[in-house]
């Protein structure tokens, strides 16, 4: 129905930058609202954040002022630029979408912040 691939993870210095991604296979219209999450090993699951078709956008306080959440609904795709990298940002990056009551995941990205 809904696939969702996440892409942009990597190796990167703290301090650093990345700029995560996350295509849908169907039209972002369809897309109520997007967000990122994360889950670092032996961690529990963490809201990053989140953005609505309009645009209203929602952060977790260890995002707030460092990462920015963006969407292009003609591409399809949902952005978390993330800025001033720290090591306990590292952890496999999720993205989700709500397609009307239904939940959806991609596989995720791996981000290591590392000197």
């Known amino acids: 129905q809904v696939q969702l691939v996440e892409s942009g993870g990597g190796l990167v210095q703290p301090g650093g930058s990345l700029r995560l991604s996350c295509a849908a296979s169907?039209?972002?219209?369809?897309?109520?609202?997007m967000g990122w999450y994360r889950q670092a090993p032996g961690k529990e699951q963490e809201f990053i954040a989140r953005i609505s078709k309009g645009g209203s956008t929602n952060y977790a306080d260890s995002a707030k002022d460092r990462f920015t959440i963006s969407r292009d609904n003609a591409k399809n795709t949902v952005y978390l630029q993330m800025d001033s990298l720290k090591p306990e940002d590292t952890a496999v990056y999720y993205c989700?979408?709500?397609?009307?009551?239904?939940?959806?995941w991609g596989r995720g990205t791996r981000v290591t912040v590392s000197s």
């Open positions: 989700h979408a709500f397609v009307g009551s239904y939940s959806y």
């Open positions: 169907r039209s972002a219209d369809s897309l109520n609202v």
